[in-house]
C-alpha cells in the first residue's frame, strides 16, 4: 500500500511540465490533501484533484453519492478505510459523487452496488 508520501512525490514527478515550474513537495503535499497529517486519509483538495485529472490525466471512476449522508462519521470512514486518492464532488448542492483514482477500489464498490455502508462494514471485520 502506497503512502501519501509517495503519492504526493509520483504526482510531482510525473508533473509534465518543466522541472522549475513544479510544486517542491511540502507545497503540493498541503495543497493537494484534505487532511495534512501524515497519518490522514488519502481524500484530495480541489487542487489536488484537479492536478489528477486535468495535469496529469488519471483515470477515475465516479459514483454517484447523493443517498448517503454525508455526515462527519461518513468521511472519517473513507478516510480510514478508502486507501488511494479519491476527491468528493460537491456540484452546488445538486449533485454529489466520489471520484476514485483506483479501479480495485472502483471494483469492490461495485460488488457492493455502490453501498458505501456495505462496503466499509465489510472493511471493519
Known amino acids: 500500500m502506497r503512502t501519501k508520501d509517495q ?21 503540493a503535499y ?28 488519471l ?3 465516479e459514483i454517484s453519492i447523493e443517498e448517503v449522508d454525508a455526515s462527519g462519521r461518513f468521511l472519517l470512514d473513507l478516510d480510514r478505510y478508502i ?4 476527491y468528493i464532488r460537491d456540484i452546488k448542492k445538486r449533485s454529489r459523487t466520489i471520484m476514485l483514482f483506483d479501479k480495485k477500489t472502483h471494483f469492490a464498490l461495485t460488488m457492493y452496488n455502490g453501498d458505501f455502508q456495505k462496503f466499509i462494514n465489510a472493511h471493519k471485520v
Not at 508533473?15 to 511540502?26: A, M, S
Open 30 to 57: 498541503t495543497n493537494w490533501w484534505q487532511n495534512a497529517r501524515r497519518d490522514g486519509g488519502f481524500r484530495l483538495t480541489q487542487k489536488g484533484c484537479l492536478h489528477c485529472v486535468d495535469r496529469l490525466q
Open 59 to 61: 483515470e477515475y471512476y
Open 7 to 27: 503519492y504526493t512525490q509520483a504526482f510531482i514527478d510525473n508533473d509534465p511540465r518543466e522541472f522549475h515550474l513544479r510544486p517542491t513537495f511540502d507545497i
Open 83 to 86: 486507501k488511494t486518492p479519491y
